[in-house]
């Protein structure tokens, strides 16, 4: 009879800023748990010319990823693989981390490949817009996909921060608790606190909202308002988050909002997130918001544009347009329609404080 290897086998799906950070934490954990874990662990790299070379030579060479997380080094138990395919076929637990347009497509090319049970994990902060079927949650679209259990992983996380090992918090959310072991023996380290609970789709929505809310404190910081605007900025955004996630998943568990996945998280992304510095570039600049992602990110991504288009369709679907008007002016300002100028107004005008 064929021997079985009990070791589970990881990949990590996505390279970016975040992925490679995930990448060092969960590569130096497999091989703190070698009764658990295989000791290597994939890493599916979209492949691109960096310097002249292969960015996969490059990371599997110098054990750093230096486009998109320079100057910190990943355990040489890390390997990047540009074929998703060889990538993911034999893993037991597949570690989704890429931006959100991305993954069907990356999920239709691993679907007939992949092992019959693996778990996924997403860590992508988004919802996925598809013609005729409106806005649905990443992990939901990966489990349909490939037929497996997900699980989220999701916090006040800004990726170069962790990977200099300073202390965050983060919230796992899994339906099925005889993952809890497994899960944070992948994530848990003295830096990087877990906590595991059952709510995946309130975290998952916690994560995609706050890309949106940081834009919008982007955008008072670049009109020259202070920290108290800021702050109404982070007070009314929570308010609709909490609106959108009840009237979106039916989901009204408030204490959600109280994890790392929740204000936490929001707080960190309106302070030092990358959505935040493209708020203020669309008031101090004209150009088109792709234009300045590749000025401001090279190479990186912001995500709340897209999220942001992705709520406005289901809103104005639904006839909600006028009930999240924080929401809907983000995604109206980084269209150009509206001057980032009349934000303060829908700060003012806005329906809590009726
Ligand atoms: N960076 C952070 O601080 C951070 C923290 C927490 C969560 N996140 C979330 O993690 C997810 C991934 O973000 P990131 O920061 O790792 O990425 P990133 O924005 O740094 O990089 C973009 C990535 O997309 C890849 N890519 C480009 N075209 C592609 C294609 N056609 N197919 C597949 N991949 C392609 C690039 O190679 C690169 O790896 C996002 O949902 C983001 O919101 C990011
Ligand atoms: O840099 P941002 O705005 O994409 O936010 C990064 C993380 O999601 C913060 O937790």
């Known amino acids: 009879m064929a021997e079985t290897n009990p070791l589970k086998r ?27 874990f295989e000791p290597e662990i994939f890493m599916y790299v979209y492949e691109e010319i960096v310097n002249g070379q292969k960015l996969t030579e490059i990371i599997n060479s110098e054990h750093e990823n230096v486009k998109y997380l320079p100057d910190i080094k990943l355990p040489p138990n890390v390997i990047a693989v540009p074929d998703v395919v060889k990538a993911c076929m034999n893993a037991d637990v597949l570690i989704f981390v890429l931006p959100h347009q991305f993954v069907k497509d990356t999920c239709l090319k691993m679907k007939s490949f992949i092992k019959p049970n693996p778990l996924g994990i997403s860590l992508i902060k988004g919802f996925i817009l598809t013609e005729g079927e ?10 349909e996909i490939l037929g497996i259990e997900t699980a989220v992983l999701m916090g006040a996380n800004l990726a170069t921060e962790v990977a ?25 380290t003295s830096y990087f606190r877990c906590k595991v609970i059952r709510n995946v789709s309130g975290v998952e929505a916690c994560g995609a909202l706050k890309n949106v809310v940081g834009i919008g404190a982007g955008i008072v910081d670049g009109l020259g308002y202070g920290d108290n605007t800021k702050a109404a900025v982070i007070r009314l955004g929570l308010m609709e988050m909490m609106k959108f996630t009840k009237v979106f998943l039916g989901n009204e568990d408030r204490s959600v909002f109280f994890e790392s996945c929740g204000i936490a998280d929001l707080v960190a992304t309106c302070h030092g997130g990358r959505n935040r510095l493209l708020g203020e570039a669309v008031v101090k600049s ?32 639904n006839n909600m347009l006028d009930q999240f008007p924080l ?14 100028r009349n934000f303060i107004d829908c700060l003012r005008d806005h329906p809590e404080h009726m």
């Open 10 to 36: 990881v990949c990590v799906v996505g390279s970016g800023n975040w992925g490679s950070a995930i990448a060092k934490i969960v590569g130096q954990n497999v091989l703190a748990h070698e009764d658990v």
């Open 134 to 143: 409106g806005i649905q949650l990443v992990s939901k679209v990966i489990s």
């Open 164 to 188: 200099s090992e300073m202390f965050c918090e983060t919230t796992i959310a899994c339906e099925n608790d005889s993952y809890k072991g497994l899960l944070n023996a992948l994530f848990e």
């Open 286 to 317: 004209m150009k088109d918001i792709r234009l300045l992602e590749k000025e401001i990110l090279r190479g990186q991504s912001f995500q709340g544009p897209l999220i942001a288009k992705e709520i406005y369709a289901y809103l104005k679907e």
């Open 327 to 340: 929401l809907v002016a983000v995604h109206r300002i980084c269209t150009r329609e509206v001057d980032p």
